[in-house]
């Protein structure tokens, strides 16, 4: 099984406790939560309907869509039973004090690169 490549990203300054903030990374826009202090990067869009999930909110430990109300665990990106669904979560690391959130490389941009 072959390492996956990422590239890493500063994600700028942080949403205060219980925010959510819509950033862009290389190519991604994402969600950049303040969950009770912990840190958490997931997709930004709801894939029942599309919704941005930034005009949303968090409660115990799930982001909440703004429009139909679906969960999405922060850490797994899971939906809740019965949804059938998630949301990608991205990791995040820190490096000299400063957060920083990885992208997958695509296979196509390592085969082109």
Known sequence: MSKVEMNWFPVGTLPNIGEIKKIQVGNKKMCLINDQGQIYATGVRCPHAGADLSHGWCQEAKIICPV??????????????????????????????????????????????
């Open 68 to 113: 139909h109300r679906q969960q999405f665990d922060l850490a797994s990106g899971k939906g809740d039973e019965g949804q059938g669904n998630f949301i990608p979560v991205y990791p995040l690391k820190i490096i000299e004090g400063k957060h920083y959130v990885g992208v997958k490389v695509t296979w196509w941009k390592r085969l082109f690169s």
